[in-house]
């Protein structure tokens, strides 16, 4: 990973799964990021994020409900206060809910509350953390944009991808792919609004991995990850591709 050097970086859902997989494989980079904020709802039931934070002091847990604006707002505070006068480096996206519904019986809360989790939150997030993220980008040397000055990286699906729904009408999960859809919406409006900050703005489709959503596979698909972003440059802002790197239609 010689080519991300984030000072600082915030985990949405890092608590477990692919969130907290972040966190681990940050911890293990050659040169780890100064602060790791790892934001969870739900702090104290949360042992190997307890754990890790106990022995890393670089890992701040930080009590986050992406779909309340109020708690974005305070956790946006909390990361400035330790961050002193320095900015954001990395914010990423992860937290997300699937609730699995076949489309005829589809219901209005489990939309609204997917979309609100999926979307919205990250929006929240990203008006937030803006001026974190613009200090972040006035700080670093260079001119080109990359994730090692000031990123947005939005965990997407490729279940949001309308030009690949490849055998997906077997997957009741309607609510889902919609709300990773609008993600790469986001995404897209996100890198062109913030363009002129100084700030890179992906999609990320993570791979398939058995969370709670196995553990076992997580590491490379991870690991993937961050190579991606390690790589990334001006040229990628608002795009939408999978831990390979690889283009996926929208
Ligand atoms: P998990 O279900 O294992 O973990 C989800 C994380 O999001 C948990 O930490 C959860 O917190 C957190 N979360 C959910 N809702 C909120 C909320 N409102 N506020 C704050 N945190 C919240 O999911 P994965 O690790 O598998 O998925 C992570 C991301 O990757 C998601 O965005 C998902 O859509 C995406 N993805 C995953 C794939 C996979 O194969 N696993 C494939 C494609 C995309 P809590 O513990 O409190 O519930």
């Known amino acids: 990973m010689a080519g991300l050097h984030v000072r600082s970086v915030l985990v949405t859902g890092a608590n477990r799964g692919i969130g907290l997989g972040f966190v681990q494989h940050f ?21 190997e994020l307890q754990n890790l934070a106990s022995k890393h002091p670089n890992i701040i847990i930080i009590p986050l409900e992406v779909s309340d604006p109020a708690s974005i707002k305070a956790a946006a505070a909390k990361v400035g206060e330790h961050l ?7 914010l990423i ?22 979309y609100t989790t999926n979307t919205v939150g990250p929006m ?3 008006q937030a953390f803006l001026p974190l993220l613009k200090k972040a980008a006035q ?29 997906w009408e ?4 309607t609510s889902y792919r919609c709300s990773k859809a609008a993600l790469n919406m986001l995404s897209k409006c996100q ?29 490379p698909l991870v690991q993937g990850m961050l190579k991606v972003l390690s790589s990334l440059s001006e040229k990628d802002t608002g795009a939408y591709l999978d831990w390979e790197g690889n283009v996926i239609p929208w």
């Open 124 to 126: 929240l997030m990203g």
């Open 191 to 219: 890198s062109l609004a913030y363009k002129e900050h100084g700030i890179l703005c992906v999609a990320l489709h993570p791979g398939w991995v058995q969370t709670d959503m196995g553990i076992p596979c997580l590491a």
């Open 84 to 90: 002193g006068g320095s900015g954001l480096n990395l």
């Open 139 to 167: 700080g670093s040397p260079g001119s080109g944009l990359s994730c090692s000055k000031a990123a947005i990286v939005n965990i997407s699906s490729i279940g949001g991808s309308i030009a690949s729904a490849f055998g």
């Open 27 to 47: 911890l293990r980079m050659p040169n780890p990021p100064q602060w790791i904020f790892a934001g969870c709802r739900d702090p104290k039931g949360q042992r």
């Open 93 to 114: 996206n992860n937290a997300g809910i699937l609730k699995a519904k076949s489309l005829d019986n589809e219901v209005l809360q489990d939309m609204t509350e997917t």
């Open 170 to 173: 077997l997957m009741q999960v």
